[in-house]
C-alpha cells in the first residue's frame, strides 16, 4: 500500500524476484543511505542485506550478478551526473511507463529492438518521492532463439582497458569481414549506419519521440 508501482507485461520470473507476498524490495544506491536517514527514509535501507551488482555506464544504473533471473536497475541518485541532478521521482516512472506503451503500440522499424522497463516504483514520505526500476536484458521483441550477445555503441570505438594496443573493436569487425571478402563500408553502411539512423528518424517522424540514441544508451545485437 506504501509503494505505488506500474508492470509493463514484465517476464514472470521478474515478478517473482521483485515480489515477496505483498512487499516490493525497494533497491537503494549505496551513495544515498545517509541521504535517506536524514531524510527519515531510513526504513528502506538494508532490511534484506546487500545485492551483488556490476556497474554500467550510467552511474546510478547496475545489473544484478546472483539473482536467479538478473536484470538492471536504475536508482534513484540525488547527485549531479552531467548536466543535472538524476533523481527518480513519480514523473519520471510515468515517462517512462509511457513509451513502454509507445513501443509496444508502434510498428517498430525492422531494425529495432529494446530492452523493456518493465516494473517501476515510487516511495513517498512526507512530500518526499524515492523511485527505481527494473528494466530487463531480453530484447523485444524477441527474434530468433540463436545466441545474441549486446554491444553498447561506444565499446566499437573504445580503446580496450586491458589491451590499449589492441585495434579498436570496430576496426577488427571490420578487418574479420574484409578478409572473407566483403565490404568494409557496405557492411557498416547496411548493419550499423542505416539501421540506427533509420530507426531515429522513424520515432521522430512517425511517433514525436525523440529517443536519446547516444553511444551510452544504444546497443548493437549481434549473432
Excluded at 521521482?89 to 531494425?111: D, T, W, Y
Aim: charged share 30%.
Amino acid at each position: 500500500e506504501e509503494v505505488d508501482h506500474f508492470e509493463g507485461d514484465p517476464d514472470k520470473r521478474l515478478i517473482e524476484s521483485l515480489y515477496i507476498g505483498n512487499k516490493v524490495r525497494f533497491f537503494v544506491h549505496p551513495a544515498m543511505h545517509q541521504d535517506y536517514k536524514n531524510k527519515d527514509l531510513a526504513r528502506l535501507l538494508c532490511k534484506d542485506g546487500f545485492v551483488s551488482v556490476s556497474p554500467t555506464s550510467s552511474t546510478r544504473t547496475v545489473f544484478t550478478r546472483e539473482e536467479g533471473y538478473n536484470f538492471m536497475v536504475k536508482t534513484d541518485l540525488e547527485r549531479k551526473l552531467g548536466d543535472g541532478i538524476k533523481k527518480l521521482k513519480r514523473k519520471h516512472l510515468e515517462h517512462i511507463r509511457k513509451v513502454g506503451v509507445e513501443f509496444e503500440q508502434a510498428n517498430l522499424p525492422e531494425h529495432f529492438a529494446y530492452l523493456p522497463e518493465s516494473i517501476g516504483a515510487v516511495y513517498c514520505l512526507g512530500g518526499e518521492e524515492v523511485g527505481m526500476f527494473a528494466r530487463e536484458f531480453n530484447t523485444r521483441p524477441k527474434i530468433g532463439a540463436e545466441k545474441k550477445y549486446l554491444l553498447p555503441f561506444f565499446s566499437l570505438f573504445s580503446l580496450d582497458a586491458n589491451n590499449n594496443k589492441d585495434p579498436l573493436l570496430l576496426c577488427q569487425i571490420m578487418e574479420n569481414i574484409n578478409k572473407k571478402g566483403g565490404s568494409e563500408l557496405a557492411l557498416f553502411l547496411e548493419k550499423i549506419l542505416e539501421p540506427y539512423l533509420n530507426s531515429w528518424a522513424y520515432f521522430v517522424l512517425e511517433r514525436g519521440l525523440s529517443l536519446e540514441m547516444h553511444a551510452q544508451n544504444t546497443l548493437l545485437e549481434i549473432d
